[in-house]
């Protein structure tokens, strides 16, 4: 079966550095994708890597490792407002969005 | 902006109730989805429509009826729920599907509970 693992909860202090983990075991690989849903809204697309590698945009980084089927969601300098839940997608070899539960992220002052 | 719109944004809905879900589109875009999200268990995919016919269904049950009259508005007919039903379901599009399937927008949402 197609399996999705990321920490359910984490929580980080505001101003400082956090890593989200997502480890995947998927039939075929197309690329994956981290999305970021606050309470009550939509989930909105953050970053996608299908290269190993890394990959920064903004207080944002996204890395992958295909050959260990993991990836993880940096966030630096953080703020109040990236309180929210964050979500890890593989695209599969259909082209299937195969999500998963997400991390709810808290920040503390 | 999202360029997602759903309604109603909340719902509540006896078991033998008949109600619909609406979504739509601004962005000219060719795929749509319906998904639902319960707490803290993956998005799972309900069904996927490309320029208006239905590509994928996972195993849905019927009391859940989707319609696509447009490549910019999509349905979700209700009807006879569980209350195991209750979640909150979330429309979304793409370009297209395959590779360009991967940056789907997302509406808000509709908030699901079934009494």
């Known amino acids: 079966g197609q399996n999705i693992d990321q920490p359910t909860e984490m929580t980080a202090t505001e101003g400082a550095i956090v890593q989200i983990n997502c480890t995947y075991q998927?039939?075929?690989?197309?690329?994956l994708f981290w999305y970021q849903q606050h309470a009550g809204e939509a989930p909105t697309f953050l970053s996608y890597n299908v290269l190993d590698g890394l990959e920064e945009k903004g207080r944002f980084s996204s890395f992958l490792s295909r050959s260990k089927g993991y990836s993880y969601l940096l966030l630096k300098e953080l703020q109040m407002k990236d309180s929210a839940s964050y979500l890890c997608?593989?695209?599969?070899?259909?082209?299937?969005?195969?999500w998963g539960a997400g991390t709810k992220l808290i920040i503390k002052p | 902006e999202t360029g997602v719109t759903q309604t109603p944004r909340h719902l509540v809905m006896g078991m033998t109730n008949k109600k619909s879900l609406k979504c739509e589109q601004h962005l000219g875009h060719n795929a749509m989805y319906w998904y639902k999200q319960s707490a803290k268990k993956p998005l799972e995919l309900m069904f996927v429509?490309?320029?208006?016919?239905?590509?994928e269904n996972n195993s849905v049950p019927s009391r859940f009826s989707p319609e696509c009259p447009n490549s910019s508005h999509l349905f979700l007919h209700l009807h006879t729920l569980q209350p195991e039903d209750s979640a909150l379901y979330l429309c979304?599009?793409?370009?297209?599907?395959?590779?360009?399937?991967?940056?789907?927008?997302f509406g808000p949402g509709t908030r699901l509970t079934v009494t």
């Open positions: 429509y490309s320029l208006e016919e239905r590509v």
């Open positions: 998927t039939s075929g690989f197309n690329g």
């Open positions: 979304a599009s793409s370009q297209d599907l395959g590779l360009a399937s991967y940056e789907q927008y």
């Open positions: 997608a593989v695209l599969d070899s259909n082209y299937q969005l195969i």
